[in-house]
């Protein structure tokens, strides 16, 4: 799992549907931080899931589970959670012109939970980093992650996108981020094992896993997604200083851009897959 809303939807909506307990809901949220908490953005939201409201004092992990199931509503047979993948320009899924919406934007990510607009919320996290000993310590751990619940008039998205044709279109993707890679070392970035840094960065990514329910082809597709987007990561860091405007980075650049929504779609197909196998069979 690559970002904090995945690892809760993906975890709660298996504590839901019987395939998982809370406890392995709480150890997958504590890979990202080891404190966990929630707040009320809203009247109506606390109303929704039982926060406290006025006073905004935030709650800790096992009240996050709390407002999951609340929020998620009686009787289930379905997922009754969605995530959203938000960036400028592609807001799909987002109430529009909301504090919801904002936030979901800035942080990149946003956990939407219920079946009915009327009653739905929307969860989207913040890392706290505390008090920094050395200001210039490079990638800090984070000392908690404080998600913040909203209302909003929308429901969870329930629809389950093909995986097979985003199986089909990562694997052209991963030829062309491969090629681009090389083009950028080409042009000049002095580093010797590119595919080196592709593994460590791939490396930080891996204590976090699926649950069993999950088919091996959205796992699948998460790795090849996930490899290729180690690959856009390097590669954007080894872009030449004063060669940015060569003819190879250009075209390196030009090729890696149409990828980032080539791995979002096809993480969302997975995501969608593995939401629904927790209550089939």
Do not use: K
Not at 56 to 84: M, N
Not at 111 to 131: K, N, Q, W
Not at 250 to 264: H, K, M, N, W
């Amino acid at each position: 799992m690559w970002c904090p809303s995945v690892s809760l939807s993906v975890w709660a909506n298996a504590w839901l549907a019987g395939a998982a307990a809370p406890d392995d809901v709480l150890d997958a949220l504590s890979l990202w931080a080891p404190r966990h908490s929630v707040t009320a953005y809203d009247s109506v939201a606390a109303g929704r899931t039982g926060l406290p409201w006025p006073d905004l004092d935030d709650v800790g992990a096992v009240s996050l589970l709390q407002t999951v199931r609340t929020a998620a509503g009686p009787r289930l047979s379905a997922p009754a959670i969605g995530v959203a993948l938000p960036v400028p320009g592609d807001v799909r899924g987002l109430p529009a012109g909301t504090q919801f919406q904002r936030d979901a934007v800035t942080a990149g990510e946003a956990v939407i939970i219920g079946r009915e607009a009327s009653t739905a919320v929307g969860l989207v996290p913040e890392f706290d980093y505390g008090e920094l000993e050395d200001e210039t310590e490079f990638d800090p751990e984070p000392t908690a992650l404080s998600w913040t619940a909203y209302s909003v008039p929308t429901e969870a998205p329930t629809e389950c996108m093909d995986l097979g044709e985003a199986e089909y279109t990562l694997r052209s993707a991963v030829r062309s981020a491969a090629d681009a890679l090389g083009a950028i070392r080409a042009a000049g970035a002095d580093v010797a094992d590119p595919r080196g840094l592709v593994e460590q960065v791939l490396q930080s990514a891996r204590g976090h896993r699926a649950p069993d329910h999950a088919p091996s082809r959205a796992v699948r597709v998460l790795e090849n997604a996930a490899h290729i987007d180690a690959i856009i990561t390097v590669s954007s860091g080894l872009i030449p200083i004063g060669l940015q405007t060569s003819s190879e980075v250009q075209i390196a650049s030009d090729a890696l851009r149409p990828l980032s929504a080539v791995v979002r779609s096809a993480r969302m197909a997975a995501v969608s897959a593995i939401l629904h196998s927790a209550w089939q069979g």
